[in-house]
């Protein structure tokens, strides 16, 4: 069963757009959400996180937002950049248990 | 120098050998994890330990087993290798409260 989930394998949009990655859930236990980014040949890193009790993280270009009615959050890129190519994952925690459950990712193209 | 290095970075090997996979962190951190990912299944967690003497099975165990030989290691055997256990693998380590979990770069494994 998987708990969390990237619908869309692959977006490719223009540089200097928006770009908007989805991640649905489906475990309402899960009480914080992260985004990690993932370059060829390289480990992912952390990018941007979200608690359940907020509906909205700003970190420069990088927005997350949380809909727990939904089960949906959303990370926006603005402007999208050539180099914000690469995987994005979604990943959720349930409560003090330390383990993350990961999505399947998301390959964004930014097509200069 | 990298956080979180991993040897080796490439292997190749043959079904019925036994491999170990080596993980090393300077962060400090006491949870260590191992990963495995593998196209269009994202990142699936097989072992992960809270400190040196907690260690617990993931959602893939079966077939691997690790080593806690210290706070900064963590090692990943296959004791018989097989070739659906050809993946890319990742340890990763995190320190509460945040749950910000740091990658190595990858091992890539060919089991032929």
């Known amino acids: 069963d998987q708990q969390v989930k990237q619908n869309s394998p692959s977006l490719s949009v223009q540089e200097g757009r928006i770009s908007i990655l989805n991640c649905d859930y489906t475990n309402s236990m899960f009480d914080y959400f992260l985004w990690y980014k993932k370059y060829p040949a390289e480990g992912p890193t952390f990018l941007i996180s979200i608690s359940s009790i907020k509906d909205k993280n700003e970190d420069g270009r990088f927005t997350v937002f949380l809909n727990k009615s939904a089960k949906h959050l959303s990370l926006h890129i603005v402007p999208s950049q050539p180099g914000d190519s690469a995987v994005y994952f979604c990943a959720a925690r349930r409560g003090s248990n330390y383990k993350l459950t990961f999505g399947k990712g998301t390959l964004l193209t930014v097509n200069p | 120098d990298a956080d979180v290095t991993q040897t080796p970075r490439n292997r190749i090997t043959k079904t019925g050998k036994r491999i170990m996979l080596e993980c090393s962190q300077t962060k400090g951190h006491d949870r260590m994890y191992w990963y495995r990912q593998d196209p269009g299944l994202g990142l699936r967690l097989i072992y992960y330990s809270f400190d040196v003497k907690d260690i617990n099975k993931g959602e893939i165990s079966d077939g691997y087993s690790v080593s806690r030989q210290a706070q900064a290691k963590f090692s990943l055997s296959l004791e018989s290798a097989i070739p659906n256990q050809t993946a890319l693998y990742f340890c990763?380590?995190?320190?509460?409260?945040?749950?910000?979990?740091?990658f190595g770069p990858g091992t890539r494994l060919l089991v032929l």
């Open positions: 990763a380590t995190s320190d509460g409260p945040v749950e910000t979990q740091y």
